[in-house]
C-alpha cells in the first residue's frame, strides 16, 4: 500500500464513481493520482455547461493554493460566486 498523501486532486468527469475506482487503481500510470491509493470524494460541483466546468477547474488549479481549496471545501457557495462573478 502506498503511504497516504495529504494532496487534493481537481479535475471534471461525467462519472465520478468510475474516475475515483480508476485514480484508485492506477488505471492512469503516469498520472498525477498514482501517488495514492486512497482517494475519496470531498466535493462536487455539478453544472450543465462543460465548458463552465473545464474554466472552473483551469481556475482552481491555477490559483496553486491548498488553503483555497480548503476554503471551496468549507463554504461550497463559494464556487457559484465564482462562476458568476469571474464568468467562468
Not at 475519496?40 to 473545464?54: A, H, K, M, P
Request: a positive charge.
Amino acid at each position: 500500500m502506498l503511504q497516504k498523501k495529504d494532496i487534493y486532486y481537481v479535475g471534471e468527469t461525467q462519472n465520478l464513481d468510475l474516475r475515483l475506482s480508476q485514480h484508485n487503481t492506477h488505471t492512469f500510470t503516469k498520472g498525477f493520482t498514482k501517488a495514492a491509493e486512497d482517494w475519496e470524494v470531498v466535493l462536487t460541483y455539478q453544472n450543465s455547461s462543460r465548458t463552465t466546468i473545464l474554466k472552473l477547474e483551469r481556475f482552481i488549479k491555477k490559483m496553486k493554493s491548498r488553503v483555497f481549496i480548503q476554503k471551496l471545501i468549507q463554504n461550497p457557495e463559494l464556487i457559484d460566486k465564482l462562476i458568476f462573478d469571474k464568468k467562468l
